[in-house]
C-alpha cells in the first residue's frame, strides 16, 4: 500500500495546540521550547522544517496538542525529525471522520483508502457482517461499523502488534480481531455470511518496496506493503478464496493502483465474483469490487 503524505492521515483542523505552561528542564537540559504558546510553536517549527518535513506547521499544531509539557512536546519532535511517521508521534490518524489509534510499528491508515470504505456502504448500505482483512489499525473495519450501525465486526491481520491496535479500535464496536494469515485466522461459522469483506492488501511490488519513503519504509511492517513479485500476490489469494466465505449478494473490496487494476479485475473475475472497478481522481484511489451473485 503506497505511503501517505505527512499529513495526508491527519487533519490539522481536528486538533488545537494546548497552552505549554512555564518551560521546564529535562535530565538532558533545559527545554528548547520557552513559555509562550506562540513563541513554543515557532521552535516547533524550526525543528521540523529543518527536518526536512513539508508540513511543518501543521505538524506543529498536532503536537502540541498532543503533548502535555513542553519537554513532551520536544521529544515528540524530535522522534519526527528523525522520521518517525506522524501518526506514530502524536499516536492517532484520522481517518473517514474518527481518530483512529495508530501504535508504534503499526500500519498508518491512508486517506485514500476512505474511498474503499465509501463504496464498500455503496456496495452493501444494510450489511450484518462486516470483515476487515489485512485490518493494521482496524481503520476500515471501525469506519464501517460506525456508518452501518449495528454489525458483527470481525479484524484480521498476519501482525501481532497490528492486531492488537485493531482491538483497541473497534473495541467499542463489539469487534473482535484475530491474528494470523488472510482467512485461516477467520472463524470458520463466517463462511457464507460476511456481507462486507474489506480487504486492503499490501500491493506494492517488493521491488519498489525500497522506494518507499523512509517513514514507511523503516518503521511500517514489511507484510503490509510487499504485495510480491508484481504487487498482487496477496490480492490474487483473496480473490481466489472470498466466494467461499461471501453471503449471497455479499462484496469483496481491495484497493489497487491504476497500473495493477487490469490484472486485478482479471483475478477476481476468474474467481467467478460479479466485478467492478471504482475510481477517485481526486484521491488517486482505485478500488477492485467483487460482488458474490445470489
Known amino acids: 500500500m503506497p505511503p501517505r503524505s505527512p499529513a495526508s492521515s491527519s487533519s490539522p483542523a481536528s486538533s488545537s495546540p494546548r497552552s505549554s505552561g512555564s518551560s521546564r528542564s529535562s535530565p538532558d537540559g533545559p527545554s528548547p521550547f520557552p513559555a509562550s ?5 515557532d521552535a516547533l517549527v524550526a525543528v521540523l522544517r529543518g527536518a ?16 502535555r509539557t513542553p519537554d513532551e512536546a520536544a521529544a515528540m519532535a524530535a522522534r519526527r525529525a528523525a522520521g518517525l511517521p506522524l501518526e506514530h508521534v502524536v499516536g492517532w490518524a484520522e481517518f473517514h471522520g474518527l481518530r483512529i489509534t495508530v501504535e ?43 456508518s452501518l450501525g449495528q454489525v458483527e465486526l470481525h479484524a484480521a491481520d ?16 463489539g469487534g473482535h480481531a484475530y491474528a494470523g494469515d488472510l482467512f485461516a485466522a477467520l472463524p470458520g461459522r463466517l463462511r457464507g455470511r460476511i456481507d ?21 519504509r523503516d518503521h511500517e511492517p514489511l507484510t503490509a506493503l510487499d504485495g510480491g513479485g508484481d504487487g498482487l500476490d496477496v490480492l490474487r489469494r483473496v480473490a481466489a478464496e472470498a466466494p467461499g466465505w461471501l453471503a449471497p449478494g455479499g462484496c469483496v473490496l481491495v484497493e489497487t493502483s491504476e497500473r495493477q487494476a487490469p490484472a ?7 474467481g467467478g465474483l460479479t466485478v467492478r472497478l471504482a475510481e477517485d481522481e481526486e484521491l488517486y484511489a482505485h478500488v477492485v469490487v467483487g460482488t458474490r451473485v445470489r
Request: proline letters at 7%; hydrophobic letters at 50%.
Open 196 to 216: 462486507i469483506l474489506a480487504a486492503n492488501v499490501p500491493y506494492v511490488p517488493t521491488g519498489e518496496v525500497p522506494l518507499l519513503p523512509a517513514e514507511a
Open 104 to 146: 508504534p510499528g503499526v500500519f498508518v491508515p491512508r486517506r485514500r483508502t476512505e474511498f474503499l470504505v465509501d463504496q464498500a456502504l455503496a456496495a452493501v448500505p444494510h450489511a450484518c457482517v462486516v470483515v476487515d482483512l489485512c485490518c493494521g489499525s482496524g481503520a476500515v473495519g471501525a469506519a464501517l461499523a460506525v
Open 37 to 41: 504558546p506562540s513563541s513554543s510553536r
Open 264 to 270: 486485478a479485475v482479471e483475478a477476481f473475475t476468474r
Open 158 to 173: 498476519i501482525d501481532a502488534a497490528a492486531v492488537s491496535c485493531a482491538r483497541r479500535n473497534i473495541a467499542e464496536h
Open 52 to 67: 526536512g518535513c513539508v508540513f511543518a506547521e501543521e505538524e506543529a499544531e498536532l503536537i502540541l496538542g498532543a503533548a
